[in-house]
């Protein structure tokens, strides 16, 4: 496609309930990457993957959350058992590959948790 | 690891004044820099990165930023704003040797006021 495409754009859940959030890249692009964005905050880190795998995922918060990329292209992150604390913008962006610096950002997805 | 500091988490100017909007940063190793604009509803785009090469880099639309290696600094400037301007911008930085992902500041809102 055109741009990075997540869906669905607003997303709102119950504490305790299961969301999977989805990453559309542009086609090609081999590096995918998701972060978090807090109210007044800068975007954080979450994982990447490089093709299907995942190549770091040192910034997921903790075992409720998890990603997959079974195919190389749709990526689809999945937080289990959601806290009120997991509310932010979930953001989601791509690149050719991890050496071309200044990947495209999707709109994201915001999640409320009440 | 690696840290960023925006200085500033608000910036008010009139239209066609200069601004500076001030980034440092803290790492260890040698590291690639950008900086990004997320306008109003919208997503985060990519204004200008500095990754190798002469130290003052430019964007399209008149912004520019200078990489300071002893101050560890990647302040960004303008000399004259417009209202379209408005939004807010982050600092990010990137070590050179890995999977790509990206470290935040915390963001500076650039309100241009007419």
């Known amino acids: 496609g055109a741009g990075v495409s997540q869906t669905p754009s607003n997303k709102v859940t119950e504490k305790g309930k299961y969301v999977e959030l989805r990453c559309d890249p542009i086609?090609?692009?081999?590096?995918l990457y998701w972060y978090r964005q807090s109210l007044g905050q800068g975007p954080e880190f979450l994982i990447y993957?490089?093709?299907?795998?995942?190549?770091?995922d040192s910034g997921l918060p903790n075992d409720r959350f998890f990603a997959v990329r079974p195919e190389g292209s749709v990526s689809t992150l999945k937080i289990q058992r959601t806290e009120r604390g997991d509310s932010a913008v979930y953001l989601c962006?791509?690149?050719?590959?991890?050496?071309?610096?200044?990947?495209?950002f999707g709109s994201g997805t915001r999640l409320t948790v009440v | 690891a690696q840290s960023v500091t925006q200085l500033d988490s608000q910036v008010p100017v009139f239209e066609e004044a200069p601004v500076e909007l001030r980034c440092n940063y803290s790492?260890?190793?040698?590291?690639?820099l950008f900086w990004y604009v997320q306008y109003p509803n919208q997503g985060l785009q990519l204004l200008l990165k500095?990754?190798?090469?002469?130290?003052l880099v430019e964007s399209i639309n008149g912004f520019e930023a200078e990489f300071n290696k002893s101050q560890t600094s990647f302040h960004l400037r303008k000399p004259s704003v417009h209202i379209s301007d408005t939004a807010e911008y982050f600092c990010?930085?990137?070590?050179?040797?890995?999977?790509?992902?990206?470290?935040f500041g915390q963001g500076t809102t650039l309100q241009v006021k007419p």
């Open positions: 086609s090609g692009h081999t590096a």
């Open positions: 962006a791509s690149s050719p590959n991890r050496h071309n610096y200044g990947y495209t």
């Open positions: 990010a930085v990137s070590e050179r040797s890995n999977t790509g992902k990206l470290i």
């Open positions: 993957f490089q093709g299907t795998g995942a190549a770091d």
């Open positions: 500095y990754l190798s090469g002469s130290t």
């Open positions: 790492s260890s190793v040698s590291v690639y």
